[in-house]
């Protein structure tokens, strides 16, 4: 145990993990406020924020309520949700690596891949999600393309934003909050509806593949020739990447 004022070991790892990994990057050039301001009339951007919340808000409604789920229809015992939320997070950090790799390669397509293997995977949470070996097997899945979009969806911001990215990407990290906040209120309103908690499972599968025809539609424009000849924003991003 750390008393009162020591520092949190947790912290320590992971302050150390970035040093290591994260490859020192020059200072971006600070742009204007209106020039931050109008990169929201930009199409382009206001799609790779309204992706990040709609995209999302399925699956934060499932973990906002993964507990209760577990237990009162997937039949698992209080104590053994610990372990399986420890199950979830594994598969998060193995997802965040894959998100991120993904990304480098193929942006909006593996971005859409992702969101479709989602959905499928919170459909079937809601066929076999009372059978606990399943669940816990799909528990993991979960995790892992929860946090495989994230990085896609940041990346999608930056890349549109060009460059006054600055507030772009405050600007969906507050999308990301507020669909956490609405999933809480979505899921209490399932679970004292006649249709019961466990349809949770289906109208998050529903609104992943929402997020995944923003997905489609954005990746279809930008494969749209444009008046400017500007080169898609995946080549955008990548140049970013590589500097």
Known sequence: ????????PLSVAALALVL??????PAAAA????GEL?????????????????????????????????VDVGGFSSATVPALLLVYGVGAVLGNFLGGSLSDKALMPSL?????ALAVVLGLFRVVGTMPVPAAILTFAVGVLA?????????????????APTLAVAVNASGFQLAAAFAGWLGGQIID????PRSIYLVAALLTVAGLAIAVYSLQQDRRPSPDHRRPLEDGFRSVNRG
Do not use: E
């Open 31 to 34: 742009g204007s406020v209106l």
């Open 147 to 163: 946090f495989a979009i994230i990085p896609g969806m940041q990346a999608r911001v930056l890349a549109a934003a060009g460059a």
């Open 112 to 116: 859409a891949g992702l969101l479709a």
């Open 193 to 196: 509806s006649a249709i019961g």
């Open 1 to 8: 145990m750390h008393g009162p004022g020591d520092p949190d």
């Open 38 to 70: 109008r990169v929201f009339a930009r199409r382009d951007v206001q799609l790779a924020i309204a992706l990040t919340a709609v995209g999302n808000l399925g699956v934060v409604t499932v973990f906002t309520y993964i507990a209760p789920l577990l």
């Open 20 to 25: 290591r990994f994260v490859p020192p990057q």
